[in-house]
């Protein structure tokens, strides 16, 4: 999950209230990540197009009358792979 915070209001966003975001995801991940109190009243819509490098679906979590919105990507982030030479390994271990 990669978290923004925005200091605006949720209005200022393409955002659409009714929307599912994208991704795995469940309402107190999205609450507890945005940084709001799970007993407090939260609002959470899609993205409907791409908003300040986040990708259209992102999770927009908020609470009315809070200052800062959070952008939430529920989309796991892709693990870097490393390049191995087996070859390189297999020579190492014939000369062992």
Known sequence: MRISRYLLD????PVDLCG??????DYETLVEAAGFDLSSEV???ALT??????PDGSA??????CS??????????????????????????KAA
């Open 10 to 13: 949720s209005s200022a966003l």
């Open 43 to 45: 609002s959470i819509g």
């Open 68 to 93: 800062y919105v959070a952008i939430v990507e529920c989309i796991p982030e892709p693990i870097p792979l490393r390049v191995r030479f087996v070859s390189e390994q297999v020579e190492r271990f």
């Open 49 to 54: 197009e791409p908003f300040e490098g986040h």
């Open 20 to 25: 599912d975001p994208d991704g795995e995801w």
């Open 60 to 65: 927009v979590v908020f609470q009315p009358g």
